[in-house]
């Protein structure tokens, strides 16, 4: 599977290594700055049902899953200062802690998943790493009820993971009142124009084999509300950045299993569980008539939307009151010459 990398742009559950317990209530959910959606679009039983899958599936590295989370991290080399506490959640939580590599001076890192399958491994995996400098903990957890103690981490990662919740502004106000002031929150999720080519592919071929279209990709957040998301989950400093990644595979069938590798397969509240041979069949030959390369591979798109954001804090940097400037643009074009001249 070749890999080509195209930048668009810049439960509570259980907590345990050894004898080192996760700190208890109050939790993020517990105060009065959360409120759950009573809209669901996404089967979280059945999420964690494919996580548990994908914990036996996953390969020990992922060259798509190894780029996202190695460019997520880079973010925490332009900072500054350190993150002695942090969590990572879900998605590509193993290759986050494979590649993290000491960047952000974090000492305590909690690994959490919903998946009791994806923790063990996780903690499998970590027993192999020659890195043992790491105080790392374990937590199976809700990312829509995160298990987290307000005000005790420095640090929030989440790696292909928060595009499952059913409230994502909600689960990101719970990250937020995780994070103790000037702390930061850095998360990768799907965008918009992920998997546009199977979108198409599925769309004409139920309507040539079934005479319709049933709900069979889930929805995903656009790059132009990113910076909503972070504005109105109470984060300052927000910034947001995409990459596209463009994967090459031999068959559409090879697609798929990758994506169940990954634990990103359909989990819509509202899906239908049974995909008739044919229109699978179909969805693989007109993949295949509109979009093979000459060599024969097909490609599918991963749009991964980047999004930073800080707890307030009083010394960060703070906008100007409107009318405080000292000086117009008028007089800015004096001094460097005005190009329309």
Request: proline letters at 4%.
């Amino acid at each position: 599977m070749a890999l080509a990398l195209r930048r668009a742009a810049s439960l509570r559950g259980w907590a345990r290594r050894g004898r080192h317990p996760i700190p208890a209530a109050p939790f993020c959910t517990d105060g009065d700055g959360f409120q759950s959606s009573r809209f669901k679009i996404f089967d979280r039983d059945f999420k964690r049902k494919q996580r548990d899958r994908a914990a036996w599936l996953m390969n020990s590295s992922d060259e798509f899953l190894d780029s996202v989370a190695d460019n997520l991290l880079d973010r925490l080399q332009d900072c500054r200062k350190t993150f002695p506490t942090a969590l990572c959640l879900g998605g590509a939580s193993e290759a986050v802690r494979r590649l993290l590599h000491g960047r952000g001076g974090i000492e305590k890192l909690t690994m959490m998943d919903m998946s009791f399958d994806m923790v063990n491994m996780l903690k499998a995996s970590d027993r192999k790493d020659s890195d043992n400098t790491l105080e790392t903990f374990y937590v199976v957890g809700d990312e829509e009820f995160l298990p987290v103690k307000e005000n005790s981490l420095d640090l929030v990662i989440s790696c292909l993971d928060l595009h499952w919740t059913n409230d994502l502004p909600g689960a990101m106000i719970q990250c937020r009142l995780a994070l103790k002031p000037d702390g930061l929150f850095l998360a990768a999720i799907l965008g918009g124009e992920t998997l546009k080519e199977l979108r198409m592919a599925c769309t004409i071929a139920q309507m040539e084999r079934e005479g319709g279209i049933s709900p069979r990709m889930s929805p995903l957040a656009q790059v132009r509300d990113a910076g909503n998301l972070l504005t109105r989950a109470g984060f300052t400093l927000p910034g947001v950045d995409v990459d596209q990644y463009t994967v090459r595979y031999n068959s559409a069938l090879e697609l798929i299993e990758h994506l169940r590798k990954m634990g990103e397969t359909n989990a819509l509240l509202q899906r239908n569980n049974i995909l008739k041979r044919e229109t699978a069949l179909a969805t693989a030959a007109v993949y295949e008539s509109m979009f093979a390369a000459e060599d024969g591979t097909i490609p599918a798109t991963f749009q991964v939307i980047y999004m930073t954001g800080w707890k307030e804090h009083p010394s960060q940097q703070k906008a100007k009151a409107r009318g405080s400037a000292t000086i117009s643009f008028k007089d800015i074009q004096k001094q460097f010459g005005n190009p329309n001249n």
